[in-house]
């Protein structure tokens, strides 16, 4: 039932791009990622809604494919302060629950 | 804007004694959450809480854990016997709604049961 994430950990020079990918074998009403600093707590990124409606307020992207349950995060012209653990959370089809389930999480390192 | 606070920040106590650990949501939240985090499990939802009403507890792992919230603007979350196996940190996170919104974490607790 935990959303399967790749890739467990990336490494970028500072303007490379990447990807994180967000997979679940359940139909999702809502997909949510969440940024997670060594020592800190987890910090928000983005929802994504069933029927396309995106809510965030950072400079990165994702979308959101109902049809394979999956959901990816852009990161581009990656930058030092992107360093982290990237969580995506899966909330399942009815979207009433407010549960959402982590997947294991992407770890990405930013080097100069 | 405070944020989530949650007390303590670290805890270090032996095998078999209580623990408790507190949270203050941000105001106007109507949902709060606990959760835990491990290596080896990841972060996990314990329990939530909507307008003070626990929803579902179904990750509670077994009767020594239970929360309580008995306003809006403090929860608890107890471990009576605690066990080795219960160190963790613990997040407590606060949102406007139980779905679809975003959730706002505290800044954790560090338990460390010997």
């Known amino acids: 039932q935990q959303p399967v994430q790749s890739p467990q950990a990336v490494i970028l020079r500072e303007g490379e791009d990447a990807v994180i990918n967000c997979s679940s074998s359940k139909a999702l009403y809502s997909v949510h990622w969440y940024r997670q600093k060594h020592g800190e707590a987890p910090v928000f990124l983005m929802i994504?809604?069933?029927?396309?409606e995106q809510k965030g307020h950072e400079k990165i992207s994702a979308s959101f494919n109902e049809k394979k349950q999956q959901s990816s995060l852009y990161l581009t012209a990656s930058q030092l302060s992107y360093s982290g653990t990237y969580f995506c959370?899966?909330?399942?089809?009815?979207?009433?629950?407010?549960?959402?389930?982590f997947g294991q999480g992407t770890t990405l390192q930013v080097k100069p | 804007d405070a944020g989530v606070i949650q007390s303590p920040r670290h805890e270090v106590t032996e095998m078999g004694q209580e623990v408790t650990l507190r949270c203050k949501p941000i105001?106007?939240?109507?949902?709060l959450f606990w959760y835990r985090q491990t290596m080896m499990r990841g972060l996990e939802l314990l329990i939530y809480f909507n307008n003070n009403v626990p929803i579902d507890d179904s990750g509670m792992p077994e009767d020594r854990f239970s929360a309580k919230m008995p306003n809006a603007s403090f929860s608890t979350l107890k471990i009576q016997p605690s066990e080795p196996r219960d160190s963790a940190v613990y997040f407590c996170?606060?949102?406007?709604?139980?779905?679809?919104?975003?959730?706002?974490f505290g800044p954790g607790t560090r338990l460390t049961v010997t």
């Open positions: 105001s106007g939240h109507n949902s």
């Open positions: 996170a606060s949102s406007r709604g139980p779905h679809s919104y975003e959730q706002y």
């Open positions: 959370g899966t909330e399942k089809g009815s979207g009433n629950t407010g549960k959402l389930i």
């Open positions: 994504l809604l069933k029927g396309g």
